[in-house]
């Protein structure tokens, strides 16, 4: 079973600052994803990448995958109240999906 | 596009009766579906692979019987809770692969939670 680590666990911040979400593993994935989970609904893919080194932007989200596929962050500049919410990373094989145990980030106002 | 529509989203039962919990893919065909169990403010753990047409496949520690699954159609999976008891109190959610031009990932029904009282 392929696992993945994810870090930190929570991450609670004032409005304006920036953050980065980890997620590591041992195992070498061809491909991750990050999903972000609000209260009582399913999580929603944000970004699936593919490529050793891969770089992807969405708006004020960089996500980086690492040269050997083991290991992939999330940056969020000047994080905003509503991107509260659980971070999860998820990758895996043959359709089956693996996930971290998941950031539970809350922004201030 | 790739919606999976999850059925109730909200359900009280009795300790002793059954729960069927729906997923249904509105625009793509699913022949995979995956059900999950998540406690509060934890991670998604996979309980069991669905297909279409064929037994489900359960992860370990899962109880079959009792976690039953259907996926008689391409776009149609069930769990049932049978025999609920207030240990099984939880958000299931189910999810399906998809493929877009530009992504590659799963699409995640809007997750149903049940108590069992």
């Known amino acids: 079973t392929q696992l993945l680590e994810q870090s930190p666990q929570f991450l609670s911040i004032q409005e304006g600052e920036n953050l980065t979400v980890y997620c590591n593993s041992s195992s070498v994935f061809s491909s991750l994803q990050w999903y972000r989970q609000e209260p009582g609904e399913g999580p929603v893919l944000l970004v699936t990448v593919v490529t050793g080194g891969e770089v992807k932007k969405l708006k004020r989200l960089t996500f980086q995958f690492g040269d050997a596929r083991k290991d992939s962050s999330l940056h969020i500049t000047a994080a905003q109240p509503g991107d509260t919410g659980l971070y999860l990373c998820?990758?895996?094989?043959?359709?089956?999906?693996?996930f971290g145990k998941g950031t539970l980030l809350t922004v201030n106002p | 596009g790739a919606v999976v529509s999850q059925h109730p989203s909200r359900v009280i039962c009795k300790s002793g009766t059954s729960v069927k919990i729906e997923c249904r893919s509105l625009?793509?065909?699913?022949?995979?579906m995956f059900w999950y169990r998540q406690f509060p403010k934890q991670s998604l753990m996979l309980m069991a692979t669905?297909?279409?047409?064929?037994?489900?496949?359960?992860e370990q520690g899962v109880e079959k019987d009792k976690f039953l699954i259907n996926h008689a159609s391409l776009t149609l999976s069930t769990l049932t809770v049978t025999s609920a008891h207030p240990e099984d109190s939880s958000f299931y959610i189910c999810?399906?692969?998809?493929?877009?031009?530009?992504?590659?990932?799963?699409?995640f029904g809007s997750g149903t939670r049940l108590t069992v009282v």
């Open positions: 669905s297909n279409e047409g064929s037994k489900a496949t359960y």
């Open positions: 625009d793509f065909q699913a022949t995979t």
């Open positions: 999810s399906a692969p998809r493929t877009t031009v530009s992504n590659y990932g799963y699409t």
């Open positions: 998820g990758g895996g094989s043959n359709y089956k999906l693996t």
